[in-house]
């Protein structure tokens, strides 16, 4: 069920491309501020739900390094990934972002009670293989690494280290309650905030349909995604939802495209092929589970 719960992020990351698409020219660190703050609110409304079952200010009170690293992984990851598409082109620095998943599988062969198998990395490696390509299709000018924008590639490497390592950690802290991300969603809000003043200029969603956009994206893909992912790597199974999260760009693609803003391809066929292939086989071990229980 925790990896269900987990694939449920991934459902929830797929409508990003989408509603970010609708939502007008907001600069990339308001709009973080923005949704960061709207997904701060659903954390606190979790909190009020349960509130008999753990008291609140127990939830935020926790050791430095765990405020560190989910600040890290939250507002690390977005700066690092903005950063990366302004000194790279779009394309290359998306491929490299999207090496995560794959260092997820890999690096769950170091945690307690893990073991990497050929299954999973196949899994994965297929995985990042779909994603290329839909990339591709995306850019229409194809992939060319070049010198110039290895800024920009180094960039992206990091983004993908910071979410594989957040991920992963958060493995570790199992006794940590995943209402705590709630914190880390407010401080991202107001470290983009501060950025934002810094460096860009603000700009207001146009009309209800762009704020209607943003709300939506605070409230699922930046908001409720966050905690059913801590869920998931916590409790679920890690190599299997690294593998499955190479489906995101697959399904922000079909999104895309049912909404109008894409056109399908034969990369877009592809993709999809390699990717689910690559997700049953990462949960080879799932299915068999699930089969032995239903015999």
């Not at 709009?31 to 609140?56: D, K, Q």
């Not at 893909?221 to 059913?228: I, K, M, R």
């Not at 916590?234 to 079909?254: C, E, F, N, W």
């Not at 990369?267 to 699930?290: C, D, E, K, S, Y």
Request: with cysteine.
């Amino acid at each position: 069920m925790a990896t269900l719960f987990g694939f449920s992020a991934i459902l929830m990351w797929s409508l990003l491309a989408m509603l970010t698409a609708r939502s007008g020219a907001v600069p990339p660190f308001q709009m973080n501020a923005m949704t960061f703050s709207l997904g701060t609110l659903v954390g606190l409304a979790w909190l009020a739900m349960r509130r008999g079952e753990r008291p609140i200010l127990e939830v935020f009170r926790q050791r430095p390094a765990v405020w560190a690293l989910g600040i890290g992984g939250l507002f690390g990851y977005h700066a690092l990934y903005f950063a990366a598409l302004r000194a790279a082109p779009a394309a290359e620095a998306s491929l490299i972002a999207y090496l995560w998943p794959l260092l997820i599988v890999l690096g769950s062969a170091l945690l307690p009670g893990e073991r990497l198998r050929w299954f999973h990395l196949a899994g994965a490696v297929l995985g990042l293989s779909g994603a290329a390509l839909i990339i591709v299709a995306r850019s229409g000018d194809g992939i060319g690494f070049s010198s110039q924008h290895a800024l920009g590639y180094g960039l992206a490497a990091l983004c993908a280290l910071f979410w594989s390592g957040y991920s992963l950690l958060s493995r570790r802290l199992g006794t940590v309650p995943s209402e705590i991300v709630a914190g880390f969603c407010a401080a991202t809000a107001l470290l983009s905030a501060l950025v934002h003043l810094a460096i860009e200029e603000t700009v207001w969603p146009a009309g209800s349909s762009q704020w209607t956009a943003i709300v939506l994206l605070g409230l699922l893909p930046v908001g409720a995604a966050f905690y059913v992912w801590d869920h998931g790597v916590k409790r679920g199974d890690i190599q299997v939802l690294g593998a499955a999260s190479y489906a995101a760009p697959l399904l922000s693609t079909l999104v895309l495209i049912l909404a109008g803003e894409a056109a399908f391809s034969a990369p877009i066929l592809g993709a999809a092929l390699l990717i689910t292939a690559g997700a049953v086989l990462a949960a080879l071990p799932l299915f068999r589970r699930w089969i032995g229980r239903e015999s």
